[in-house]
């Protein structure tokens, strides 16, 4: 996969990601949907921190490591912890 278009979904970062973090809201999605933020690893650790303590996060992986039916590279994936969606 190619990353070079892929930016760490913290508020205000332009890094390169380097890691996925396969997260979801078992409230809202199925036990098989998973949504992706992207992290540089600047910011790895705080997003998963955001994630994990609402126990919405299932995996961080490299962004190398991503399915092709992610979605992520597409249009932009990103999304803020500070904007829902």
């Known amino acids: 996969m190619m990353t070079e278009h ?3 979904s913290a508020k205000g ?7 996925a973090l396969r997260w ?3 409230k ?3 036990a098989d949907r998973r949504k992706t933020w992207l ?3 600047d910011h790895r650790l705080h997003l998963e921190n955001f994630l994990g303590a609402r126990s919405f996060l299932r995996e961080t ?3 190398a490591d991503l399915p092709p039916e992610s979605g992520v590279g597409g ?3 990103r999304v803020s ?3 829902p969606k």
């Open 39 to 41: 992290a540089c690893p």
């Open 61 to 63: 992986i490299p962004v």
């Open 75 to 77: 249009s932009d994936p």
């Open 28 to 30: 809202l999605h199925t």
């Open 6 to 8: 892929l930016v760490c």
């Open 13 to 19: 970062c332009r890094q390169e990601a380097a890691w």
């Open 24 to 26: 979801n809201n078992p």
């Open 81 to 83: 912890p500070d904007e």
